[in-house]
């Protein structure tokens, strides 16, 4: 039985890969499992890390490292790489309220670990790894680890502390959401509400009746119109054309024009007169409008169109078609000129059918190439974002040069990377498939060595008093600030409770707490508001971590 004992405890680079794999699979098999309708997903690989460490089972502390390392800096590159397009977007309008709540959440719960980790006597890294369980925010952790690695001081009871107060930091986001509810919330208050998005994409229908726009072109009403606006097709004496931006318009002209629902009045004023036919239902058969012009969906996959602008391939004037929508991530754009194209981007093309066989040839529409991940910028970004993590920056005040280290070096460079590359012409495109497969991977690997490294002391830690007290601390993190936050904000900021509590869900990065949000509450909007605070806040815990301990360690 020696080659037994050799996979499972000799250590050994192989023993390490069998180990940490065999940890993974059972986490993420357990993973699955529903406990009163709450699963902890990949997070409970960090829990059987914590049983097999409790049991004994080690591996190599060079190969730990390793392993521990490399998960985390490929969990964190590729959550950045995610959230990157979505992140300066996500300031704009409504979008800056709910950020600036879900800003305070975070503030708040690092305040109270500053004050009660000097009321209490518990240390400050003690308080940082019950930070990071309270808000499950396991990259928080691992930059917290690294700034203590980095200071010369002990790097593992942060991890004790996120363990402990880790469980409750799951449920107690749900508690008090639930609390909020029961004590807030009228019957009116959940049902389903359209929530006002001035900047989502609108079809409308006007007829050409004032004489200002007669005999001018679609170019120049443009230039004369602060509203943007697509004109998508156009009706004159009972023929369907796509007008070119040299279009003269004619009194009586009836117009299909893709804009936002706010300037729809304007857009009256300036031509005349709305129809009242409802153009934005989902069931609407874009092919039966006419019998002249087919719309379809065409995928940008030719890598030389990534970050140039819709308006420079003039495609409406070259081929006679018009591009009146962009989808992207999910996310439907206004096909305006000065959109720069991303690959993966699906454009709603309306034209005849050979212009539009001739628009595909353009723009590619080739699905196989972008199965094919792109693995270049995943490691050109990784060292990018070691590189700009091992950048030592002097702050006043702080006798240790700040540096940002494993986690939030890579976190930054791939949110850059997601946000900036298609404009350099950098090929940032990786499937949703692939991403999370990179996710999952890193976040595995980098909790079960985090769970093997702490099992050893984490059930002595929690049987003591001051296991009690941390249990205790970590509530009270995750409890307060949600429960103060999403009161202000359902009570006197009168924002509807769905969006409230995918805010609070999205402030402390808890996906478990925003499925029962999601079961409980109708509509999107606790999805939508989630996905509108979370890169911000995922951003802001990494680096709060550091700079808490460099400031008041250093």
């Known amino acids: 039985m020696e080659w037994l004992y050799s996979l499972f405890v000799e250590h050994s680079a192989l023993q390490a890969v069998v180990v940490i794999s065999l940890i993974s699979a059972i986490g993420l ?93 518990v240390s400050l890294p003690d308080m940082v790894g019950i930070l990071c369980g309270a808000t499950t925010n396991t990259p928080a952790l691992g930059a917290a680890q690294q700034t203590l690695v980095q200071m010369g001081m002990p790097s593992n009871s942060p991890a004790l502390g996120c363990a402990v107060a880790y469980p409750m930091g799951v449920v107690g986001v749900i508690l008090a959401v639930l609390f909020l509810r029961k004590l807030l919330t009228r019957p009116e208050d959940l049902e389903t509400k359209e929530k006002d998005d001035t900047n989502k994409v609108y079809v409308a229908a006007f007829q050409i009746h004032n004489p200002a726009v007669f005999n001018k072109s679609i170019k120049n009403i443009a230039s004369m119109s602060h509203p943007k606006f697509v004109i998508s097709r156009l009706w004159r004496d009972g023929h369907v054309s796509i007008p070119t931006s040299e279009k003269i318009l004619k009194e009586g002209d009836r117009l299909l024009v893709i804009t936002s629902e706010k300037d729809v009045m304007a857009l009256t004023v300036l031509f005349g007169e709305q129809e009242s036919t409802d153009w934005n239902k989902e069931d609407i058969d874009w092919n039966a409008i006419d019998s002249e012009l087919i719309s379809e969906r065409i995928l940008v996959t030719r890598t030389e169109l990534n970050g140039k602008k819709l308006g420079s391939l003039r495609l409406r004037n070259h081929y006679g078609i018009n591009i009146s929508r962009v989808y992207r991530s999910g996310v439907q754009l206004l096909a305006t000129p000065e959109l720069r194209l991303q690959l993966g981007d699906r454009l709603t093309v309306v034209g005849e059918a050979p212009a539009i066989r001739n628009v595909e040839k353009v723009l590619g529409n080739a699905v196989k190439s972008l199965k094919e991940p792109n693995l270049v910028v995943v490691f050109i970004g990784i060292v990018l974002g070691l590189a700009l993590g091992a950048v030592p920056f002097s702050i006043p005040g702080v006798g240790t040069p700040v540096k940002l280290g494993l986690a939030g070096g890579p976190i930054i460079v791939g949110i850059l990377l997601g946000t900036f590359g298609p404009r350099l012409h950098m090929i940032t495109y990786t499937t949703r498939s692939a991403n999370l497969m990179l996710r999952a991977l890193g976040l595995s690997m980098y909790l079960a060595c985090l769970g093997l490294e702490s ?15 941390w249990i205790g601390l970590g509530a009270g993190l995750t409890i307060i600030p949600v429960l103060l936050v999403g009161f202000i904000a359902f009570k006197f900021m009168k924002i509807d409770f769905g969006s409230v509590s995918g805010m609070l869900c999205g402030s402390m990065a808890n996906p478990m707490a925003l499925n029962y949000a999601n079961d409980t509450i109708s509509g999107d909007n606790p999805s939508v508001a989630y996905a509108t605070v979370y890169p911000l806040c995922m951003f802001l815990r990494v680096i709060i971590a550091q700079v808490l301990l460099m400031f008041l360690l250093g």
């Open 29 to 121: 098999g357990l993973g699955k499992v529903h406990f009163w309708g709450i699963s902890l997903g990949v997070t409970f690989v960090f829990f059987a890390g914590i049983l097999a460490g409790h049991f004994g089972l080690s591996v190599d502390p060079q190969m730990l490292n390793y392993a521990e390392s490399f998960g985390l800096v490929i969990f964190v590159y590729s959550l950045g790489l995610q959230v990157g397009p979505g992140f300066f977007g996500s300031f704009r309008k409504g979008g800056m309220t709910l950020n600036m709540l879900a800003l305070g959440v975070v503030l708040l719960g690092t305040l109270m670990t500053v004050i009660a980790s000097y009321t209490t006597g």
């Open 455 to 469: 099992g050893s002391h984490f059930f002595e830690t929690v049987i003591r008093p001051e296991g009690l007290l």
